[in-house]
């Protein structure tokens, strides 16, 4: 068996007791994606020269008693999002495809203080925009589950990667459940923090004011430990908040004895899998059993959430990617006439359809007549939503619903439907509206053994009170492992083919 099937805390503690070295964990991470990569593609740049220099180097620290955190040693992943000096960084996009930062994202380096080995850099829907991980030009990512199934997105290149044990944890961006829905998708546990907890600097912008970094690990204590490590209060990121609660392993507690636990009923009606259902509903009475008291309740407007969410987001996209002209950075078309003709051309080539979409509803939601039809009523719906959530939390601990409305679909099912793919987002989109924590658990799987899993909201700077809930249930059952995690068949690529000069990809038209 791998090692990278331990958990995070599991790895973390033998390698400072000394049973296994840091190399030893980070070769058999390598030999791990270099079995499943051809299947899974949830990496875009793996730094295998970087991974040992990183190993060597933590190794010496952690003999000279230098580094004593649970996450020294351990193998990680990083989302392609997150800057990463001198490693590229591509966002998914061809717009990015020769990229590479000249400094690390703020969440990284915490990582690195912390002696996280970072293996490389994974796959995502383009600019993270998308719901499956479908949109990359680097190709889709596979979920290990069922090989013909989407991963969820936008952050499945981590939470494929977590669940087919190539790395023990990953970093992911969460803007309307990018985090959660494939997390839940995948089988694994991903926590999205309250806006501000984690620095966005490094983070390439979707969405400004929706964005936020977590983890994506296989239980609860690990997605706890790694999160306690990336909050901190940074100047250069104008939104970081100074928080003094965030010793998060601490909430990892097996008692809900007296929480009071909300259940919206809009969150159980229609456009819910029946089976999805069945199995929040089963994980609802088993936090009531412990002795929580779980009562559901009526939470108004939640249904606008996703138009507010998708007027919003698109708006900031089409401000963010402005920058990617091909001017200062980045793919430039070739063969035009004039600046104007090298802006268009450049940007309609180097971003995918659905970037492109995006930034035309951003531009037409902004511009001169609609821009109080829809965008000003959008602000006012997102402040009308932050008060629903207000007053929920004032008569409950933690909101419990599904995390999405089905187990993963196929490959290319979604893609031909944009809206459905986008009221996918039902029950995360709202917690980014309100600037809240969230967190996907894994529940069960249904009749076609696809994950389940289970969101539990907390109010503002509430992650405690969800981590403690989440690990209360997780007690409860044994880490359902991916089928796919243990298969073993030769390896798909040379060490060459894992250096990070490599990167695999084919336009995704």
């Excluded at 069945?278 to 606008?304: H, N, P, R, W």
């Excluded at 971003?351 to 035309?360: D, H, T």
């Amino acid at each position: 068996m791998s090692l990278t099937s331990l958990t995070a805390a599991a790895l973390g503690k033998k390698i400072r007791a000394g049973e296994i070295s840091v190399k030893e964990a980070v070769e058999d991470a390598l030999i791990e994606i270099r079995k499943k990569e051809s299947d899974l593609n949830s990496f875009v740049t793996v730094d295998e020269e970087g991974a040992y220099r990183q190993a060597q180097e933590i190794q010496k620290k952690i003999e000279a008693g230098e580094l004593n955190s649970v996450l020294a040693g351990v193998p990680a992943a990083v989302k392609d999002n997150l800057c990463t000096k001198g490693l590229l960084t591509t966002c998914g996009s061809k717009m990015l495809s020769d990229f590479v930062p000249v400094y690390t994202a703020h969440a990284v380096c915490r990582l690195q203080e912390a002696g996280a080995v970072i293996l490389g850099k994974t796959n995502m829907d383009e600019f993270a925009m998308g719901s499956t991980t479908e949109t990359s030009y680097y190709g889709p990512v596979k979920n290990p589950w069922n090989l013909s199934h989407v991963p969820g997105g936008s952050s499945g290149g981590s939470c494929a990667a977590v669940a087919a044990e190539e790395c023990a944890y990953a970093l992911g961006s969460d803007t309307g459940g990018s985090i959660r829905q494939p997390s839940a998708f995948c089988g694994v546990t991903g926590i999205k923090p309250t806006y501000g907890t984690v620095s966005r600097y490094g983070l390439i912008a979707y969405a400004s004011s929706f964005d936020q970094i977590g983890p994506i690990a296989k239980t609860v204590e690990d997605c706890a430990a790694v999160l306690e490590v990336l909050a901190s209060y940074d100047a250069k990121d104008s939104t970081s908040l100074r928080r003094g609660d965030t010793d998060f392993t601490n909430a990892l507690i097996d008692d809900v004895a007296g929480m009071k636990i909300g259940i919206p009923r809009e969150y159980l009606e229609k456009g819910l899998d029946a089976e999805v259902r069945q199995a929040v509903l089963k994980a609802a009475d088993v936090l009531k059993d412990k002795g929580a008291i779980v009562e559901e309740f009526d939470l108004s407007l939640a249904e606008y959430a996703v138009p507010a969410y998708y007027v919003v987001a698109c708006a900031e996209a089409g401000s963010n990617l402005e920058r990617f002209d091909g001017v200062k950075y980045g793919w430039r078309a070739g063969q035009y006439k004039g600046l104007h003709q090298m802006y268009k051309k450049t940007r309609s080539q180097g971003f995918g359809q659905e970037v492109r979409r995006r930034i035309m509803l951003g531009s037409f939601v902004l511009s001169s007549g609609y821009y109080e039809a829809y965008y000003l009523k959008a602000l006012r719906t997102k402040a009308l939503i932050k008060n629903a959530f207000d007053q929920a939390f004032a008569r409950f601990d933690i909101i419990l619903g599904p995390t999405a409305p089905t187990t993963a679909p196929r490959i290319g099912e979604s893609l031909t439907d944009p809206i459905k793919m986008y009221l996918g987002d039902i029950y995360t989109a709202a917690v980014n509206l309100a600037g809240l924590p969230g967190i996907s658990i894994p529940v069960g799987t249904d009749s076609k053994g696809l994950p389940i899993g289970m969101q539990l909201i907390g109010g503002c700077f509430g992650e405690k009170k969800i981590i403690r809930a989440a690990y209360a249930f997780e007690k409860t059952r044994t880490y359902e492992r991916c089928p796919y995690a243990g298969r073993h068949k030769a390896a798909a690529c040379t060490k060459k083919d894992l250096s990070s000069e490599n990167v695999r990809g084919q336009e995704n038209e």
